[in-house]
Nanobody
Framework: QVQLVESGGGLVQPGGSLRLSCAAS????????MGWYHQAPGKQRELVAQ?????????NYANSVKGRFTISRDTAKNTVYLQMNSLKPEDTGVYFC???????????????WGQGTQVTVSS
């Protein structure tokens, strides 16, 4: 099975910064992408940022975080980071780590999720 361990959430004032980390472990044939989703109170989970773990690093960001958030990876450690700067109250919510991976070469890709980490932006 795939396990995703997240860290780095917390309380920060508007304009502040936080860095989230997510490490994937378990028996996997390959990891295709890792990313972060945001779920605000009472709303659906939405993609924040995503990065591929292949030879070429391709990133994808939600429009609302472009220029403020940066996703990066350590492929050797199967770890992804989300640097969040210029945080706003609307960034408040639970951030879930996601990976799209294959457990075995014969398997289809599947989604795996972490438990989530709370980010609160408030003065």
């Amino acid at each position: 099975q795939v396990q995703l361990v997240e860290s780095g959430g917390g309380l920060v004032q508007p304009g502040g910064s936080l860095r989230l980390s997510c490490a994937a472990s378990g028996s996997m044939f390959s990891i295709h992408t890792m990313g972060w989703y945001h779920q605000a109170p009472g709303k659906q989970r939405e993609l924040v940022a995503q990065i591929t773990l292949g030879y070429e690093s391709i990133t994808n960001y939600a429009n609302s975080v472009k220029g403020r958030f940066t996703i990066s990876r350590d492929t050797a450690k199967n770890t992804v980071y989300l640097q969040m700067n210029s945080l706003k109250p609307e960034d408040t919510g639970v951030y879930f780590c996601n990976t799209v991976a294959q457990l075995r070469e014969v398997d289809d890709e599947d989604d795996y999720w972490g438990q989530g980490t709370q980010v609160t932006v408030s003065s």
